[in-house]
């Protein structure tokens, strides 16, 4: 059951973050903490993948961000919450039921999310939220990879 909570996990903040959730499976990966070898786990992924983030926090503050509701953006963190599930899930889990609980965390992280945050960045309680929703996905993110189940070997560290 623990793997599906980490597929569900990856998925939600997925749906608040997009490009957390893709930073947090190439760390997870390095950690050999990730099924097959699909997701890069370079230091070069982890670089990029954690500037994308933090360029995603900042423009998520920009009064011209979309909404995380609108088609492209939404299918956008169903197909990242679908593979980070299916890649955390658990050596005796079910890949495609990872992939699953994915799709439904990436859902509700995208609505609670929402939600949560409420329609206006512009204001300064609409900025302190946002901040508020970066560091509940931030640290989401660190229990996804902490708690997913290693399996293989971890990538060794360049030099």
Do not use: H
């Not at 990730?34 to 993948?49: H, K, M, N, Q, Y």
């Not at 998520?60 to 679908?82: E, N, Q, T, V, Y």
């Not at 900025?127 to 996804?144: F, H, I, P, Q, S």
């Amino acid at each position: 059951m623990q793997s599906y909570a980490t597929s569900f996990g990856i998925g939600f903040v997925a749906g608040m973050r997009s490009m957390t959730a893709c930073a947090a499976l190439t760390w997870a990966a390095a950690e050999g903490r990730t099924r097959g070898g699909s997701i890069p786990a370079g230091t070069g992924a982890r670089v990029l993948t954690t500037a994308a983030a933090l360029a995603e926090m900042a423009g998520d503050k920009m009064p011209f961000a979309p909404d995380r509701r609108i088609p492209p953006s939404f299918a956008i963190r169903l197909a990242i919450g679908a593979v980070g599930g299916w890649a955390l899930a658990g050596q005796r889990a079910s890949p495609a039921s990872g992939a699953l609980a994915g799709v439904a965390g990436a859902v509700v992280g995208t609505f609670l999310g929402r939600a949560a945050r409420g329609p206006d960045s512009r204001t300064n309680s609409g900025r302190a939220k946002g901040l508020t929703e970066d560091a509940v996905a931030v640290g989401l993110a660190v229990w996804v990879v902490a708690s997913a189940e290693p399996q293989r070997e971890a990538v060794p560290a360049a030099s």
